[in-house]
């Protein structure tokens, strides 16, 4: 007579392949897709590259958008001609890339790129960090404002307006990646995400695409086009930072943390102690442009 399998005792860590079907059922199935989009000969374009490709340009044309409704400018006047966007393009692109490599390089990874210094420039195998890139991008965006001499504050503006759409983008391969994947979670929409462990988890590259990407970009559309926030400069780039830094620590309770970060502090992650001086000057620009700048008369209140 056999023993049922049920009553064998099993080591730690082992699963039973009756296991695996049960959570598969339970769990949502990951859409796989091939992180490469297009292949020509040896040459890969991977989604994530196109993801950066997506944000820059889409963000170029809403930026371009944004210059040539002058009703949304105090005095119908935009800082910039729509005509030199396309050199903003440029230093855009340099900033977001160097600033969210090194950034990756100098906060998430040191000790690996210091034994390993060659593999820095290699974007190709990932690591982009967001808040690095936001630094990066802050500095091209002021050089550029210096050299064309717009205010430095519409110029922030301009490009935290269109931001959101990057990083919907940018979101979105993540999660065809599957990395940066979500704790681990019972709710009905949880999903076994491959190359991890069978585990269920929040698709939390979902839940960023949704609140960095769709929701703080509704939010930022409202006050530039309805609240006509253009008008006081500073006030868009302060409401992206505040926005951007609750919504990245409200979706961090759910990613997993970088295992063995130095700031991985119990609740804390390394995401929220980045965010936290986001939140910080987010408030002070607004406070800023409150005070420097009086209401525009004619705002259009919603509904």
């Known amino acids: 007579m056999g023993i049922a399998p049920d009553l064998i005792k099993r080591p730690k860590g082992w699963v039973h392949c009756r296991d695996i079907c049960d959570m598969r059922l339970l769990a949502l199935p990951y859409p796989i897709v091939d992180p490469v989009a297009l292949q020509i000969g040896p040459l890969a374009i991977k989604w994530y590259g196109l993801a950066y490709i997506a944000g820059l340009l889409l963000g170029w044309l809403y930026i371009k958008r944004l210059l040539d409704q002058k009703h949304l400018w105090?005095?119908?006047?935009?800082?910039?001609?729509?005509?030199?966007?396309?050199?903003?393009?440029?230093?855009?692109?340099?900033?977001?890339l160097l600033g969210g490599r090194l950034g990756y390089v100098l906060f998430y990874e040191p000790r690996y790129f210091l034994m390993n210094p060659l593999d820095i420039p290699a974007v190709w195998k990932g690591g982009m960090a967001f808040h690095g890139g936001?630094?990066?991008?802050?500095?091209?965006?002021?050089?550029?404002?210096?050299?064309?001499?717009?205010?430095?504050?519409?110029?922030?503006?301009?490009?935290?307006?269109?931001?959101?759409?990057?990083?919907?983008?940018?979101?979105?391969?993540?999660?065809?990646?599957?990395?940066?994947?979500?704790?681990?979670?019972?709710?009905?929409?949880a999903m076994v995400f491959p190359g991890s462990d069978l585990v269920e988890r929040h698709p939390s590259q979902l839940y960023e695409a949704f609140f960095e990407g769709l929701v703080l970009f509704a939010v930022l559309w409202w006050m530039t086009h309805r609240l006509l926030a253009l008008r006081r400069p500073g006030m868009v780039a302060g409401?992206?930072?505040?926005?951007?830094?609750?919504?990245?620590?409200?979706?961090?309770?759910?990613?997993?943390?970088?295992?063995?970060?130095?700031?991985?502090?119990?609740?804390?992650?390394?995401?929220?102690?980045?965010?936290?001086?986001?939140?910080?000057?987010?408030?002070?620009?607004?406070r800023e442009a409150v005070r420097r700048t009086p209401a525009p008369a004619n705002v259009q209140r919603p509904g």
Not at 76 to 91: C, E, F, H, M, T
Not at 169 to 184: K, S
Not at 276 to 282: N, R
């Open 74 to 96: 105090a005095d119908g006047k935009p800082p910039l001609a729509s005509q030199r966007v396309d050199d903003l393009l440029i230093y855009m692109t340099v900033g977001v």
């Open 134 to 189: 936001l630094v990066g991008s802050i500095v091209a965006i002021l050089v550029f404002a210096r050299r064309t001499g717009a205010n430095p504050l519409s110029m922030l503006d301009l490009c935290a307006a269109a931001t959101p759409i990057g990083l919907f983008f940018g979101r979105l391969a993540n999660f065809i990646n599957a990395e940066l994947i979500g704790r681990p979670t019972s709710v009905p929409w």
């Open 239 to 286: 409401a992206f930072m505040l926005g951007y830094g609750l919504a990245r620590s409200f979706c961090e309770l759910f990613r997993e943390p970088d295992p063995g970060h130095v700031l991985t502090l119990g609740p804390l992650t390394a995401g929220i102690l980045y965010s936290l001086p986001m939140i910080a000057v987010g408030i002070w620009l607004l």
